[in-house]
């Protein structure tokens, strides 16, 4: 009646076994570490970076425990902080000699301390979250005459196609910092532009002057216009880099605005402290731009003369030079996606954009009025413009799909297709202040956290023990074991935990116990009804199910809940308190039941069982129950 069949005894062992390697590594700790990652797409970290690395410490009589090369950073493990902050000095004066033009980044980290041989089973702990291990600080300022800057080139062009679709003749449209001048032939001409931009850009407001002969229409961005072009830049930078942290996998960041042109960016229990700065602080956007391809930008690329005027000289991977005109076709606002790829006939990296309904439109468009011509797509990071491919117009190109290639790395595909996806960047952002913080709240709320979850499973389990003899012990074991498969859970998922989760933590304590209590107290009932103990047993836990079931189901709708519409630290409450609920209906009812059943279930002339004193209300007699 009482007894497993050998398949759950299998899956208890299991999770017993896998619970306990994924939280170990828990209990390691972390040692301080620097870590070097590479600042430009050019510069590869590899065997020859640790090599580097390794000459660095050794001459300055550094000894790491460990240096090891993960991915594209090279990792150095270290005995305290003092020496992660000499192992840094040494690294960076030995890596990056200019400051001004670094190629490495060299950054202070937390290594776990975990032996090998848990790390080679991907066995990692969990994240600590700001209020716990500290995390890093970032302040961006954001470039809001850029923006303007953009918004008018961007309006410049709508301004040129405006006018050539109403057949109104210009002897130059061009741009002067945020404005935009337009030169016309007669006063006629004068007034029916000046039409069309009080019925097509209300964003602008225009002054003419008579020149010589000419008549010249200077249209500046209002105030109003302004202001919301960068109250949306600074929105759509915000939005960018939730984008780019959740790519990198960051749990609970914390990015806000603060003042007018600036945002703060806090990553808690963030490792790759370098690959973060690198992601954050590369401002890439994307712009498709037609190449010049007269007399004059020929001789210009060889470097025999000046770059012609509307054009500008830009340098493709293999440092060839590329004239291109001023004028941006597209730009990474019309990308709705950018994954990385390969070529179906070379096989070569590529990164494969889809553009919005409007992209797709003037990509079209431009495609088939320029067949023949060369097309050049540019990649801007950090203010400096690189020519990632510039290729023929074989054919007109709609669909809304269009493949990138240039001699690039399967990781440069990958980062390129990273920041693109993310999403372009409204303006310019330069990291103006970057902090690795401790905990706000110190060690000492880590250990008080700590101590009010061990002291409450402690007292918890003392309470079971007096009160239901064995099945006590039994359900502390599984309260144990809860607790294990718990923190297991959240260090596979690499969850960040902070106070609020230990909180819940510490509550999912008294609910999982809950399940136990309901089970021990049917079992009673049925004793008192005269059951047999195997029967009282059997019964028990099936009755108690149900209502174990209902109970959880209706908690976990809250967290839910919160899950769903929290935020911060709501959130990390709400995943530790979803979990915990999961783990305790697997702990309380299957695993503790596998316990009972191992005890009693081979007893085939069960008589008592030890449950506690059993209170018989109809005579007032007890019944005492023990082996």
Not at 380 to 403: C, L, N, S
Request: hydrophobic residues 45%.
């Amino acid at each position: 009646m009482n007894r497993y069949p050998v398949w759950k005894y299998v899956i208890i062992v299991i999770a017993l076994v896998v619970g306990g390697l994924y939280a170990l590594p828990n209990f390691f700790g972390e040692s301080p570490a620097v870590q070097v990652s590479s600042a430009k797409p050019l510069v590869k970290v590899d065997m020859g970076t640790l090599s580097q690395v390794e000459a660095a410490l050794k001459v300055a009589g550094i000894s790491p425990d460990i240096v090891t090369l993960e991915g594209a950073s090279v990792k150095v493990r270290l005995v305290d902080t003092d020496t992660q902050l000499k192992a840094k000095d040494a690294i960076q004066k030995a890596l990056v000699p200019d400051a001004t033009n670094p190629g490495y980044v060299v950054a202070l980290n937390l290594l776990s301390s975990s032996p090998a041989w848990l790390t080679s089973l991907h066995a990692s702990p969990m994240y600590l979250g700001l209020d716990l291990r500290g995390g890093v600080h970032f302040m961006l300022q954001v470039d809001m005459a850029a923006a303007l800057t953009k918004r008018a080139e961007s309006l410049s062009g709508d301004v040129r196609t405006s006018l050539r679709e109403k057949n109104i003749r210009h002897s130059g449209i061009s741009r002067n910092g945020e404005t935009i001048e337009v030169r016309f032939r007669d006063a006629a001409t004068l007034e029916a532009a000046k039409a069309v931009f009080q019925d097509q850009f209300a964003d602008l407001q225009t002054v003419d002057a008579a020149e010589g002969a000419e008549f010249k229409l200077t249209a500046a961005i209002k105030p109003e216009a302004a202001r919301r072009i960068q109250d949306q830049a600074l929105k759509q930078n915000i939005t960018t880099l939730h984008n780019r942290i959740n790519e990198l996998g960051v749990a609970e960041p914390v990015i806000q605005q603060q003042g007018l042109d600036r945002i703060v960016v806090q990553l808690p229990g963030v490792q790759d402290t370098a690959k973060a700065k690198d992601i954050l602080g590369r401002t890439a956007t994307l712009e498709v731009r037609m190449v010049d391809e007269s007399t004059e930008a020929r001789a210009a690329e060889l470097g025999n003369a000046m770059v012609p005027f509307g054009s500008e000289r830009y340098l493709e991977r293999n440092g060839q030079a590329v004239i291109v005109k001023k004028q941006v076709i597209l730009t990474g606002e019309n990308l709705t996606d950018a994954q990385p790829g390969f070529d179906s006939q070379t096989q070569e990296p590529t990164v494969n954009l889809n553009l919005d309904a409007k992209g797709t439109r003037i990509f079209r468009d431009v495609t088939r009025e320029n067949v023949g011509k060369r097309m050049a797509i540019l990649l801007f990071e950090k203010g400096k413009g690189e020519v990632v491919t510039a290729p023929v117009i074989r054919t007109e190109i709609g669909g809304g799909r269009v493949q990138i290639s240039g001699r690039m790395t399967t990781m440069e595909a990958h980062d390129t297709a990273l920041l693109l996806r993310a999403g372009s960047l409204a303006a310019p952002m330069e990291i103006i202040e970057e902090t690795t913080i401790g905990p706000s709240l110190g060690a000492e709320n880590i250990a008080k956290g700590f101590y009010s979850v061990a002291w409450g499973f402690v007292a918890v389990s003392l309470f079971m023990c007096v009160y239901y003899m064995l099945f006590g012990v039994f359900s502390s074991i599984a309260l144990a074991f809860n607790l294990l498969l718990l923190v297991a859970v959240l260090s596979m998922l690499q969850a960040t935990l902070t106070l609020p989760g230990m909180a819940a933590m510490a509550l999912v304590l008294g609910m999982a116990i809950d399940a136990n209590v309901l089970i021990n107290e049917r079992i009673r009932e049925e004793l008192r009804a005269g059951a047999s103990a195997q029967a009282a047993i059997h019964t028990g836990y099936d009755r108690a199910w149900a209502t174990i079931f209902d109970s959880n189901i209706t908690t976990l709708i809250a967290g839910l809940a919160l899950l769903a519409f929290g935020s911060g630290p709501v959130r990390g409450f709400a995943v530790v308190h979803c979990l915990g609920i999961m783990t305790s209906m697997f702990s309380g009812v299957f695993f503790s039941r596998g316990l009972v059943n191992f005890w009693y279930g081979r007893k085939n002339r069960l008589k008592t069982v030890s449950i506690g004193t059993i209170w018989r209300p109809d005579s007032g007699t007890t019944l005492k129950t023990g082996e």
